[in-house]
Structure formats: C-alpha cells, structure tokens
C-alpha cells in the first residue's frame, strides 16, 4: 500500500463538526470553463484567397457554435442534477446529534467528559441510516432528526466498522419513517463527472448542497481507521457536518463524503459504492461487521533494470518484490520473503505494483486484496529462484493480519 507519512495524516481530518475540530476552509466550486482551440487551416489551392477566408471563417463559426452547445448541455446538465439531488435529499438525507465519551488513556479506569458532536447520514433500503463510523464513535446515545422536522428521533448503532469509516443506525420510532425515501447506490463515477454533496456542515441548521466534479480515483488512507481503501477526489466543499452524506451524481449516490485534505484547495474525499456493498453485505450476511481483507505482505516495486535481473525476472515478467510477511497470516505458510508476485487472480500486476482499472487508468493491486470477502481463497502466480509457481492464499480481515504495506 502506499506510504503515508505523519506530516501527511495530519492533513487529513475527519469532517465531523464538533466543538474541539477545526473549521476547515474550502473555496466554492465555480463553473468549470472550456477551452476552444485554434481551428486549423488545411491547405487549399494557392489561387484561391477568397477560398481560404471563407474557410477560415465558418470553421471558427462552427467551433464556436459547438462550444457554445457543448457549454449549454454541460450547464443544464449540472443544474439538473443539484436540483435533483436536492429533491432526493429533502425526504432522505438526517442530521445526526451524537453524544460521546471517549477513554481516557491516561486514568484508564475513566472516561473523558462527553462532547456533543454533529454529523449527517442518509436512508438505504431496509429502514437503515448509513453514516461514517467517526461520527458515532465511543457513543452514549444517538438522536437523529430529518429535514423539516423539529423532533429528534432515538436512533441505535447497528454496526460500526472503523476501518472504512461507516456505520448503520436503526431507528425504532415508526413516526420518523413517515414520509422518509431511501437512497440506491450507483457506481463509482468519471474523471469529471458531476457530483452533488448533501449533508449538514457548519455554519447553519438547514440542509446544505454543494456541487463539484470527480477529481481522482485511487487507494486513499482513511484517517478514522488508518486503512488504505479505495477512495474518491471531488473539489465540492467538504466542511465539518458534512461527514456521512450522500454525494448524489444523477439520482443515485456515487459516495459518502467522510474527509478532506486541510491546507489544500477544493480537495475532498468520498466512500465508493464498492467500500460501501462490500460493508453493507458482510454486516447482511454474518449479523456483523467482517472487515476488509489483507495479505499480511509489505512489497516494494520492481522499476530497477539490476533489482529485475538479480532476481531473474524475464524481459516480459512484471511484478512486485515480498520484502516483509506477517507470521499470522496465510501467507507466511506458501510465500517466502524473496518472492515476486507476478499475478494476483489472473490479474498481471505491474511493476509499480498497479492493475489495470476502467478505461486507461491504474489502480494499486492490494484494492483487487480488499474488496475480497473474509475466509475467500485467491491464486497468486509467483517467481521464486526464477521458476513461476501458482499458490493459494486463504484473505483474512485487517484486524486479523497486518495491512498490507507497498513500499515506494
């Protein structure tokens, strides 16, 4: 996984508003502009001037025209979906007051005052409100309230799981359904595709919506859990408050805003619907949060000419070098340190240690290790003393076996 360091994590914070966080400063997101390139001229016959500015003229005219086009669905489009989105969220999206006492690691046999912390979250099938496990962390208790409603509704924490950062609440009141619709989970979004975050941010009561487009899709380091999972850029405006909403692309939700980057610009963060299903069907199948699974490997690359050749790799062999194995995981009964890990489940990986994912971008392979489900099986292809060997790894959750750590 990637190598994150403290100066790093500090940046990072968790977006929940309380009294003891620091309010966050972020730019509104303005309107994404275009850019119109020069059209160009193909050479025409050189007796003919008048050809050559009358052709000159109407390809800038249609370039023009296009571009106006282009910037007026572009327009329409994004307005549509702040709109729609703010219809969704009205009857979906609560705010959450949550009253937490943490330990105290010092005087062990007490705890810390408690603080009043606030947060949003939004409905899923099942009667079910989906949040991020910091906002409910080291809970008393838990009330919820939906938008345009006085009333504040007892809620319980179904689940938490602290290392992706979510969490379910059930609320046992049947007066707080009345009227309430539940969001569907879509899928990951774009580069540049447009996205609507709804939640309840500092600096007001009422609901807010935030509108911005897709910045990056790579394995992020979750500050709650200090996990590395697969995570969304957006440059929306991510205040303290807006952790566990929805971010709404069209009328399906494409993630739940949980962090941002402090002393960056517009550099937010959202939960993709992966880490989201993969969360919300261990909790249906086993009563309970399982985790996310890890090989126990600490890996480094294999970009050096000399490091490939030591090790006998092939001209056409890719892959990561195994410098660390945990002894508790599976791994250390068919992997020796030494080895070179050629293929993950049939997927090549490079020798950045990165797969191929969705159309010409490249993802980190340990994403293909966490989105296994626990006790699942996986065929890694390995090089060892330049001979290819297939072995079979049994994936045991994060809590269970070091993370896996990819060395740059």
């Not at 939906?146 to 602290?162: D, L």
């Not at 993630?255 to 880490?275: C, D, K, R």
Request: net charge positive; hydrophobic share 40%; with cysteine.
């Amino acid at each position: 996984m990637l190598n994150t360091s403290v100066r790093t994590l500090r940046r990072l914070k968790c977006c929940c508003n309380n009294s003891s966080s620091l309010l966050l400063l972020a730019k509104d997101c303005r309107g994404n502009g275009f850019t119109v390139s020069k059209p160009k001229v193909h050479p025409l016959c050189c007796n003919s001037e008048s050809n050559i500015s009358k052709f000159c003229v109407g390809e800038r005219q249609s370039s023009i025209q296009r571009w106006h086009v282009l910037k007026s669905r572009r327009s329409l489009h994004t307005e549509t979906d702040a709109y729609l989105a703010i219809e969704l969220a009205l009857d979906s999206v609560v705010k959450i007051f949550t009253v937490s006492s943490s330990p105290n690691y010092f005087l062990p046999w007490q705890n810390k005052s408690q603080r009043e912390t606030m947060g949003s979250g939004f409905v899923i099938p099942g009667k079910k409100i989906l949040t991020n496990a910091h906002v409910v962390a080291d809970h008393t208790f838990v009330l919820v309230r939906k938008h345009g409603s006085p009333t504040k509704y007892r809620a319980e924490v179904q689940a938490v799981g602290h290392e992706c950062d979510l969490a379910i609440l059930v609320v046992e009141s049947q007066e707080f359904w009345e009227g309430m619709n539940f969001l569907e989970l879509g899928d990951i979004p774009f580069l540049q595709e447009a996205v609507a975050v709804v939640g309840y941010p500092q600096g007001g009561d009422n609901i807010s919506v935030t509108k911005g487009v897709v910045s990056r899709v790579e394995p992020t380091q979750y500050v709650h859990g200090s996990t590395q999972l697969m995570a969304i850029q957006i440059d929306a405006a991510i205040n303290p408050g807006n952790s566990g909403g929805p971010a709404i692309m069209g009328n399906k939700v494409a993630g739940v805003a949980f962090q941002n980057l402090s002393g960056a610009e517009n550099i937010g963060y959202i939960i993709p619907v992966p880490v989201i299903k993969h969360f919300i069907a261990g909790i249906e199948e086993s009563g309970k949060y399982v985790g996310f699974c890890s090989m126990g490997l600490s890996c480094q690359p294999m970009e050096n000419v000399q490091l490939r050749n030591h090790f006998k790799m092939q001209p056409q062999m890719t892959g990561v070098l195994v410098s660390k194995i945990n002894p508790l995981s599976d791994a250390h009964r068919v992997l020796k340190k030494d080895d070179i890990i050629l293929e993950f489940d049939g997927v090549p990986i490079a020798n950045d240690g990165t797969v191929p994912f969705r159309n010409r971008e490249r993802i980190t392979f340990d994403h293909l290790v966490s989105m296994k489900k626990p006790n699942e099986t996986a065929l890694v292809k390995v090089l060892r003393n330049g001979e290819e060997h297939g072995f079979i790894i049994t994936l045991r959750p994060v809590s269970n076996c070091s993370k896996d750590l990819f060395i740059r």
